[in-house]
Nanobody, 125 residues
Framework: QVRLHESGGELVQAGGSLRLSCVIS????????LGWFRQAPGKEREFVAA??????????PSSGDIEGRFTISRDNAENSVYLQMNSLKEEDTAVYYC????????????????WGQGTQVTVSA
């Protein structure tokens, strides 16, 4: 059974950086495209970033400034996907989830079959 486990979330001051990690177990990462989503209190889960099976052409939301601050990457040898977050803002406070799928790669939440439990990121003023 494929399992995803996120880590790296913590309390950080605005302007700081965090690196989230997500390890996949139960299968090799090679066959999966991966995504990061987040859910802030009282809001719907939203797309943050996605990376293809080869690691090429990462995708970020078309609006907002996530692309200029966040970077998704993967290390198949480590069975891990990462989200580097810089210049964090209070509005980045959310539970961050990683997702994986063998067939889908993009920003639609329903396209992913496998999800982690999430890691809490809190950005203080």
């Amino acid at each position: 059974q494929v399992r995803l486990h996120e880590s790296g979330g913590e309390l950080v001051q605005a302007g700081g950086s965090l690196r989230l990690s997500c390890v996949i177990s139960g299968d090799s990462l090679n066959g999966y495209a991966l995504g990061w989503f987040r859910q802030a209190p009282g809001k719907e889960r939203e797309f943050v970033a996605a990376i293809s099976w080869t690691g090429a052409n990462p995708v970020y939301p078309s609006s907002g400034d996530i692309e200029g601050r966040f970077t998704i990457s993967r290390d198949n040898a480590e069975n891990s996907v990462y989200l580097q977050m810089n210049s964090l803002k209070e509005e980045d406070t959310a539970v961050y989830y990683c997702a994986a799928d063998r067939r889908y790669y993009g920003e639609i939440e329903g396209g992913y079959d496998h999800w982690g439990q999430g890691t809490q990121v809190t950005v203080s003023a």
